[in-house]
């Protein structure tokens, strides 16, 4: 029997094997993040964190210096750089722990991954045309995300017609306009959005026909954690109490296809998955 090669997401000098979910551990080295702003704004906080978080399961830490939260102010490069730049170059040093920068700055972006960073994830969903340059002369692995809008306003009253359709279809343009930017498809992830210009609503159609998204062929990436709509159905308020709630979307998430999951909870994460593996898998 000829086993099929396994996916893989190329991300620098990173082959990542899509046979498993995988964890990207959130770190936000911001004042203002939703869930955790100001928690990890030093050095060695930040740094402490991303161990504690590679300890437990993370295959990817994922790291942010402006945050992107509804009604958020928008933070220059200069200062957003200065917040990340020295985690960067001390989070690269641990071998074989691929850093990922969020940012919708060009200017970011080059220089993180200039310092090592192997995966530009974008929030904006590379409409820059200089964050697309930088994309195109790098080998970084990219995650091109949906939002409506900007963070100012995106939670204004969102509309869509349908929008699993619509989100799908502006994805699966980002990226074939990436791909003619001269951008390895190995190298594209995409990602929907939850909480980025949706309503619960939305964001719950959009985890049932999640597999509309897979059916594209690109790794799929689903940012669920501590949300507002888990709040929401929840009746929690607090978003670090939101952790259960966000352990079951995740599940959700990999059930429909989804081949990373970006969270805060990474322990709880990776144990809920090792489980449902284990309970999925068919006995050799």
């Given at each position: 029997m000829v086993t099929a090669p396994a996916r893989l997401w190329r991300c620098g000098r990173f082959e990542l094997a899509l046979v498993r979910p995988l964890v990207m551990g959130v770190l936000n080295v911001t004042p203002d993040s939703f869930s955790d702003g100001g928690a990890y704004d030093d050095l060695g906080a930040a740094f402490a964190h991303a161990s504690l978080m590679a300890e437990a399961g993370a295959d990817i830490i994922d790291l942010g210096g402006e945050s992107t939260r509804p009604g958020s102010?928008?933070?220059?490069?200069?200062?957003?750089?200065?917040?990340?730049?020295?985690?960067?170059?001390?989070?690269?040093?641990?071998?074989?722990?691929?850093?990922?920068?969020?940012?919708?700055?060009?200017?970011?972006?080059?220089?993180?991954?200039?310092?090592?960073?192997?995966?530009?994830?974008?929030?904006?969903?590379?409409?820059?045309?200089?964050?697309?340059?930088?994309?195109?002369?790098?080998?970084?692995?990219?995650v091109v995300m949906h939002m409506l809008g900007e963070p100012g306003t995106m939670q204004d009253g969102p509309r869509y017609d349908d929008v699993v359709a619509e989100v799908r279809a502006y994805l699966a343009g980002q990226a074939r306009a990436l791909e003619a930017a001269g951008v390895a498809r190995e190298r594209i992830a995409i990602d929907p959005g939850i909480g980025f210009g949706k309503t619960?609503?939305?964001?719950?159609?959009?985890?049932?026909?999640?597999?509309?998204?897979?059916?594209?062929?690109?790794?799929?990436?689903?940012?669920?954690?501590?949300?507002?709509?888990?709040?929401?159905?929840?009746?929690?308020?607090?978003?670090?109490?939101?952790?259960?709630?966000?352990?079951?979307?995740?599940?959700?998430?990999?059930?429909?296809?989804?081949?990373?999951?970006?969270?805060?909870?990474?322990?709880?994460?990776?144990?809920?998955?090792?489980?449902?593996?284990?309970?999925?898998?068919?006995?050799?």
């Amino acid at each position: 029997m000829v086993t099929a090669p396994a996916r893989l997401w190329r991300c620098g000098r990173f082959e990542l094997a899509l046979v498993r979910p995988l964890v990207m551990g959130v770190l936000n080295v911001t004042p203002d993040s939703f869930s955790d702003g100001g928690a990890y704004d030093d050095l060695g906080a930040a740094f402490a964190h991303a161990s504690l978080m590679a300890e437990a399961g993370a295959d990817i830490i994922d790291l942010g210096g402006e945050s992107t939260r509804p009604g958020s102010a928008t933070v220059s490069p200069a200062e957003e750089l200065e917040r990340v730049g020295v985690v960067v170059e001390e989070l690269v040093r641990t071998p074989g722990l691929p850093v990922s920068i969020d940012t919708r700055h060009a200017e970011v972006a080059r220089a993180c991954v200039d310092a090592g960073a192997a995966i530009i994830n974008d929030v904006s969903g590379f409409r820059d045309a200089e964050m697309v340059a930088v994309a195109a002369a790098c080998d970084a692995g990219l995650v091109v995300m949906h939002m409506l809008g900007e963070p100012g306003t995106m939670q204004d009253g969102p509309r869509y017609d349908d929008v699993v359709a619509e989100v799908r279809a502006y994805l699966a343009g980002q990226a074939r306009a990436l791909e003619a930017a001269g951008v390895a498809r190995e190298r594209i992830a995409i990602d929907p959005g939850i909480g980025f210009g949706k309503t619960t609503a939305h964001n719950l159609e959009l985890l049932r026909r999640l597999p509309e998204l897979v059916s594209l062929g690109y790794p799929v990436l689903v940012g669920a954690s501590r949300k507002r709509f888990i709040g929401e159905i929840a009746g929690e308020a607090v978003p670090a109490r939101r952790v259960a709630g966000s352990v079951a979307a995740a599940l959700a998430a990999t059930a429909a296809g989804a081949d990373i999951v970006r969270v805060h909870d990474v322990a709880e994460t990776v144990q809920a998955l090792a489980v449902a593996d284990a309970i999925g898998r068919r006995p050799s």
